[in-house]
């Protein structure tokens, strides 16, 4: 569908909004394995997304109506696998400058890419990556914002939050879809045209704790340590009392503080 809703150049003039789907990425993922002539920046948004994926094999709930779930079709092929943390850093800032515009102060970046309110996670990122040899071909960026729902389940009721919780009212969520996909435009042409640096200084200024000393846990044991960098591959470097120690995904839990 071509819409006129959006003033961007290519995310989301194909938008394609389904009533419910297991998962927007897989949905979009099997669109680009059937090899259906799909434009970049094709968007799919889904106002019940039923079985939604989160990172490491989690699952992504959502209230069906009250929040975003989508995902956008990107040809990175500018990008190697090696910096393919880039465009999550992109992305992530991206979501952090829109929804500045809806909240204000008191968001952060989550290493690698969640979206937080204080100590809350508001929004999720699964980028999934088609290569071709060592290029990256295709990429689904798949988004959830927690937008207007306003309870959640007892086992993430700690630990997840909702822009209505912060607001006190609701946000429309073509709005904000359209002020993500423009931001979200706007960093992946930057990216493009090979400006790392400032993406890189934006998503470190934007970092939760960073530079702040806070509680860690790895194989069960708690330490205390300080985010001193990310590096381009998207790796964690923390100041430890053993010294400098640069972690991988998922090989450090944060603890709440
Ligand atoms: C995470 O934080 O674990 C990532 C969550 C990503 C959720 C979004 S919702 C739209 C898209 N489709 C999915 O199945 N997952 C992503």
Redesign the pocket.
């Known amino acids: 569908m071509q819409n006129n809703t959006f003033s961007t150049l290519f995310v989301g003039q194909n938008l394609i909004k389904l009533l419910a789907v297991d998962?927007?990425?897989?949905f979009l993922k099997r669109m680009v394995s059937n090899s259906e002539p799909l434009p970049e920046g094709t968007v799919i948004m889904a106002e019940n997304?039923y079985s939604?994926?989160?990172?490491v094999e989690?699952t992504?709930h959502?209230e069906p109506g009250k929040n975003l779930?989508?995902?956008i079709l990107l040809n990175p092929s500018f990008l190697s696998i090696q910096q393919q943390f880039t465009l999550n850093m992109a992305i992530s800032v991206a979501i952090h400058r829109a929804l500045k515009n809806f909240i204000g102060e008191g968001l952060t970046i989550k290493w690698p890419n969640?979206i937080y309110y204080k100590d809350k996670k508001i929004g999720?990122?699964?980028i999934e990556n088609i290569l071709s040899g060592s290029r990256i071909k295709a990429c689904i960026v798949?988004?959830?914002i927690n937008v207007n729902q306003e309870v959640f389940d007892d086992h993430l009721n700690d630990r997840a939050g909702s822009i209505f919780q912060i607001l006190h009212e609701n946000v429309n969520l073509i709005s904000l879809l359209v002020e993500i996909c423009s931001h979200i435009e706007a960093a992946y042409l930057k990216l493009r045209a090979g400006n790392y640096i400032t993406l890189r200084e934006e998503y470190l200024n934007f970092l939760y704790r960073f530079n702040v000393k806070a509680n860690y846990r790895q194989n069960g044991e708690i330490f205390e340590a300080r985010i001193v960098n990310v590096s381009e591959q998207g790796f964690l470097s923390m100041e430890t009392e053993n010294g400098l120690m640069t972690y991988n995904f998922k090989e450090i839990e944060f603890s709440q503080p």
């Open positions: 998962s927007t990425n897989s997304q939604g994926r989160g990172q989690s992504w959502a779930t989508f995902s969640d999720g990122v699964l798949g988004i959830g």
